[in-house]
């Protein structure tokens, strides 16, 4: 199964129509195991049959990871059924293994990918509560024993650590503190001396409740000084590297519950009459639809762009990744919010056709603080901000066309090769800038003028900066330049996903990108706007006819089961 497009099918196929209540990986089974804290057995068992660790290994080590974007593409047909099941079951190793790609010996990647390859999970254990998203300041420590290594303190809140056969640890590895003090470690579980370590008690969760989540406490568990990943010191760096690709894969994978939402909400309104008129006649929910339907197009093409510049791009990603993960988070959030409105009392049941909305209702939530929290994002964001600003977004160039272009050839990903900060280079803002230097109809041309302003205003904000205006302890307002700095990203994505899409596809038929562009206009004030009601009607035609077809309500309108 080496060309991606069948594996997509394969995919689909292995794992069967979700709303067939007999189907072992269908909604049924799904909300069933929910109950249970649990995922579905013939869920993880269809993609065990299929190898599905393997799409997170690179193939120059006889995985299937060639890119980003298609990586993404094929993990949302397990999300759109289960995000547990995406999660715990699949993505969770993927957290773990990009450092190891990032920064292991040959051996070390190799004895991975020898555990992925067979279907044994690799847990990646840098969390601690004491310090949620601050991992710089661990307390978990490695100190020298004897030629290795000795091991003490917690983690927690970790998925599938009771469960994996590797993991990746950060540790702090130099107690004197400052910039290296942090490393990362690889070790196999069962070389762990058992009378040194104990597994915490399972995280009770409110969402995501088939995901398992533990811990771990070791004392004085020792392992080889040849398990640290790259330079001692080096473990807060190779972070910053190699979950450039999770902060982008993950909520970019999240769209898929989105579009279960969207699906089962339709169906819901399509089949039910109030007011003597079917409920998908209502003013108010042809405009939630066609709201939510526009925020899943506008999330897949910022996230979609800003995959292909980890390959294309790679000197950006540090500020294109935390970007991607905070605006889809909040539009995710928005978007389900908006459609259990629509759904009334049936949103709330756990049982019923419908149930599996309350289920990705709750699942979604994480996607704001999982990982790496929103407000984490855009503190990672706001140092780079003013050398962008003096050095990309007073420009204007195109942005290169592979970026854009769905079968488009890219450069092999080289996570090593991302680099830590961007260097005040940004491609995609310069797009912006020279957007309304072509052909641009009429309809459009007033809502690009605007972003385009938008990025000028935010360019002399930010040209003034202070360092002391970029610490943790920054405003409001100035915190608000970077959520701004998100939406002119994702608005010069979707223009040039929509000026490169095919002649007669409905990605290049403007009433989408005006939708997007006017949806983006309020998103980072919270209060995004409606569609504009001479497009609303485009986009729910659009809407209805692919869920006709059962086909992806995003990016790639693919076939669905």
Known sequence: MSDIHTRMEALEERLGDPFDPGNPAGFAAVVAADEREDVPEGGAAALDEFGILAEFVPGSLGGRLERVDHLIELMRSVYRRDPSLGLGHCSSSLLGAVNIWTSGSPG?????????????????????????????S??????????????????????????????????????????????????????????????LPRFQSVGMRGVRLGGIEMRDCTVDAEAVLGAPGSGIETVARAFQLTRIAMPAMSTAMLDTSLRVALHHVRERRLYGREVAAIPMVRTT????????????????????????????????????????????????????????????RRDGEHSVFQKMARDIKPVGFGHIARAACLSAVLPQLPVLARRSWTDSAPAPAALFVQGAELPPLDLAGLHVVAGGRDRLAQALNAALDEDVPKSLRPLVDTHVRRLAS????????????????????????????????AAAACVGVWRHAPAGDFLA?????????????????????????????????????????????GLSARRYR
């Open 289 to 348: 639809l066609a709201n939510a339907f526009t925020d899943q197009l506008l999330c897949e093409a910022f996230a979609t762009v800003a995959a292909r510049a980890l390959h294309v791009l790679p000197e950006s990603g540090s500020v294109y990744a935390p970007a991607v993960k905070y605006l889809l988070a909040g539009v995710l959030l928005d978007a389900m919010e908006q459609l259990s409105v629509v759904m009334g009392a049936e949103f709330y």
């Open 509 to 553: 038929r403007p009433e989408w990108l005006v939708a997007a562009l006017t949806r983006l206009v309020g998103i980072d004030s919270g209060r995004p706007e409606d569609v504009p009601p001479e497009v609303e009607g485009a986009l729910v035609d659009e809407l209805l006819d692919r869920d006709d077809r059962t086909v992806s309500f």
């Open 458 to 489: 935010l360019t002399e904000a930010c040209a003034g900066l202070r360092p002391r205006d970029l610490s943790i302890a920054a405003s409001v307002g100035v915190r608000d330049l970077a959520a701004r700095y998100t939406t002119v990203l």
């Open 108 to 136: 070390q990647r190799r004895d991975a990918a020898e555990l992925l390859l067979d279907g044994r999970k690799i847990s990646c254990a840098f969390h601690e509560l004491a310090h949620g998203n601050d991992i710089g």
């Open 138 to 199: 661990v307390e978990f420590a490695a100190t020298p024993a004897d030629g290795r290594l000795s091991l003490n303190g917690r983690k927690e809140s970790i998925t599938n650590l009771d469960r994996a056969h590797g993991v990746v640890f950060l540790v702090r590895s130099d107690p004197a503190g400052g910039p290296r003090a942090c490393s990362q470690l690889f070790v196999r579980v069962a070389e762990l001396d058992p009378h040194r370590f104990r597994f």
